[in-house]
């Protein structure tokens, strides 16, 4: 029998190649598999740090572990149990009266020592403010050995059980717990993964910053801690309203740069009348003076009260409230672009055949071009929400409390306020901050993706 | 039909931008110019002083440290990120399935706000933080990277050869055997590294300390060249989608000719891509630049963790004459300065149009 190979032509280098069908079909698929890897690598390479920072747990240890034990599905159940041991609550955990909780925990002895001296257990004062010192939790720490075996180079594994009673009549959010074991053993493991491990001469010291966490006190221990201690003058918390300043300043600014930037964009792009076109140059030269320049001027203006128009609201100067945030941007010079950009693409018949119909200019905007341009105003709203969730400069110049704070001004505040002393702790908390203020504008980019591309194209493929 | 003009009505739809064009530019520009030839200091009786601030700004060493920094930074983040972006977009320009999921994960570094990016590379590279970590990795397992590189390119060659030899027009990069050289490459180095004739490079761990540092880096404070480093990655995605729409652009009949006369992926990509995607080219390097050269915040943000002399930049230099300084605030010379960088934006976009990349497209 002879079988017909099947053929197939390749162009290479000027020249047509008759090859076997499946040469060919061989490489297509070798060359989807690669590029496929490359465009993977990339993923990773450009949302790796955020995810990487989004599940860091112990974000000071060297080496540093690219793993977080939050990851693993059997902590959370170990977590939810001990949340329910402490005070009945798997989902947020704490120490109430009538708590009893057995933890395990194991350590190995290298080297001929039969008799080792039990662990001790200490309890530790929970720090739910920083620098704010808080009682010991009263509770009755027992530690009885449970099982041992002999290890293969002649050491000695031995794992105990640590039962915490509450004797007291208090309710605590957080029970932290320290272990401490005979000097020169090793810590081998627990029922939950300690926060921090350090080997002394007088011992080596595994910590837990809560042994009841419950589900979500384990796994979001971070943000929960980010939302409650950072606090300002009369022991507000900053957190909540900080991200509250943020969604409010962000949802005004779309709705007036919508409506302004709409307005605008139909005038300069339908409406006929002297300096059109020397006006729309003016704008996009606008968009290249660096903010710097204007800055110094509408500083001023603002602390002054924009010509005493803040003497109509009872101020003197707009200073630290959120009207200045609204001066300088009150039509932003990008979303009039796009906005005229797309409506010159809506079909003047449709407005002429409204004209003869007896429409004025206000009713042609509001019957016709708005509802036609609800794509372009989506785009619009999406980056201009974006923009304002994440502006610093401005924000910057004119609040200067902390309590005035949008997101960005906040996180830059710690920043700037624990850099020096930075503890792993202390960097979680600013990690899970960073993440909260990611979150926002990640779902709004998540579910309305189309419009940001859309946004693109508006302000700078259709010139 | 008589023509129309709607001067009143447009007057009134126009009315906020003309208000924030007047007030917050016209106004605040004209200002800015007075300012920049007096001595106010927002308290003080205010005085005429002609060029003393501009001249003075050109005296003072901080201002000079912070045009240099603001110009080498252009240059180098302008030039990286628009390579690194055409990059990316000619990578994704495939017709693949999942190719809206790559582009939206490579935007998402955009998204995100300047202040958490740079926490986020504040605490990555840190003195002990996990850039220094994977550097040290790389460095004490560059031996078996380096037999790997060599095993695949020997076996590549090898196979590229072989083929050509048969009659087959086997391209250099073949697919099939990159992979088999990748296998063979594996093999080896685990085979070499069990048997300990390749052993890890033995070296210190790499504890730069990117930040806290006054030291430089060929004469980039390293502190700058670490936010050179985050700008690009963060900047990039943004051009890349600009790069994506202009190469869908470009007509296929054109790769057709080429593959025709028998042209190379770079050979195309020089000769049709490029040219064809100047337009875009332009506009990417244009705003590029306009951003680069107003760099603030990641200067403000890192101002407290590196030294203020390492990350200064004209823009920054601007706010901390103003509310930074330990003095009082010098409005003349933030003024001034100010100015400058207006006019240097304005200068170093003309002459890019008129050196570099030019609007007009190729074939239209």
Redo the contacts between chains.
Sequence with gaps: MNEERELAPVRYRGRVYYVDAQWLARRRVMRKTITYSLLVLLAVFMVGPLVYSFFSNDPLSWPPKLASPKLWPPNWAAAWSLGVQGAGNGWTGGWAPGGKIEFGVAFRYPGGDTDPPLPRAQLLAPPYELGVPNPVPVTQAEVTPWQERPTEDGGLEVAYKVILTHQGSETYPLLPLAIIGAPGSKFITATLPPDSLSTRVSGTYVTWRNVAPGAIGYLFDHYVRAWTTFKGEGGRLLFPRWIGNSFLIAALRVVITVVFATMAGYALSRLRFPGRNFLFFFVIFTMMIPGQVTMISNYLVVRDGVFGLSKLVGLDTFLNTFWALFLPALVSSSAVFMMKQFMESIPKEIEEAARIDGANTFQIYTRIILPLSLPAIAAVSILTFQGAWNEFFWPMVVLTQPKKYTLPLGLNYLLHYYQAGATGSVWNMILAGTVISVIPVLVIYILFQRYFIEGFHLSGIKQ | MR?????A???I??L??L???A???L???V??VY?SFTDYN?FRITHFVGFDNYVQLFSDPRFMLALTHSLVFAAIVTASQTFFALL?AV??N?K?R?L?F?R??????C??????IT??????M?R???IN?LLTAIGRNFPFVALGLAVVIAVQAIQVYWDRRH???A?AL???H??IGLLAATVVTVMLAQFGVVRPYSMAEVAIPWFTTRQAFLGIPLPLLSIMMLNI?TTA??MM??FL??LQDVPRELYEVA????ATPWQKLRYITVPAIR??MF?VIT?GL?GT??M??QA??TS??APLESVIT??YY??WS??GARTLPR?GM??A???V??VL??VV?LLQRRVGFS?RGWYS
């Design positions: 023509k129309r003009s709607d001067w009505s447009g007057f739809f126009l906020p931008l208000f924030t064009l007030v917050a530019f106004y605040a520009f200002r800015t300012f927002l990316l990578v994704l495939q693949i999942g809206t790559f939206a994960t490579y935007y998402v570094p998204i995100a706000s300047s202040v958490a926490t986020v590379f504040v605490w990555l840190n002990r933080g996990t970590w009659g087959l027009p391209r073949d697919p099939v990159l992979g990655w995605p943004t989608i600009l729409a202009g593959d025709l006369d028998g337009p875009v506009l705003l306009i050269l107003q603030f915040d403000a943000i407290g963790i004209l823009a601007v706010y103003l509310f409005v933030a003024s300065a100010a100015l960088l207006a934006t304005l976009v609007e």
